[in-house]
């Protein structure tokens, strides 16, 4: 199994930046994919970015070009780097990892982000 805990949410300010990011532990061995979905109050969990264990991404229309999405393997993180930040997107953000074999989806706890001035 795989454990996931985010950090680095916080408030800032619109067009600010912001990093977060998402330390895993257990089964790292098994971690293919990870990747960040947010989901804002009353709205479903939506996938921000992904990234693969090659480091291949895939981001969301709605944050192209504001988001970066990296992975250091050797730490067993993943991080979201958060640029020019608007008022939408505050959510929490939730940090994922798909293992090899049965594809098995482990979930962090989440990190709130509020983009406010």
């Known amino acids: 199994q795989v454990q996931l805990v985010e950090s680095g949410g916080g408030l800032v300010q619109p067009g600010g930046s912001l990093r977060l990011s998402c330390a895993a532990s257990?089964?790292?061995?098994?971690?293919?994919?990870m990747g960040w979905y947010r989901q804002a109050p009353g709205k479903q969990r939506e996938l921000v970015a992904s990234?693969?264990?090659?480091?291949?991404?895939n981001y969301a229309d709605s944050v192209q070009g504001r988001v970066t999405i990296s992975r250091d393997n050797a730490k067993n993180t993943v991080y979201l780097q958060l640029n020019a930040v608007k008022p939408e997107d505050t959510a929490v953000y939730y940090c994922?990892?798909?293992?090899?074999?049965?594809?098995?989806?482990?979930w962090g706890q989440g990190t709130q982000v509020t983009v406010s001035s």
């Open positions: 257990g089964s790292i061995f098994s971690i293919s994919n």
């Open positions: 994922n990892a798909i293992e090899y074999g049965r594809g098995r989806v482990s």
């Open positions: 990234i693969t264990s090659g480091g291949l991404t």
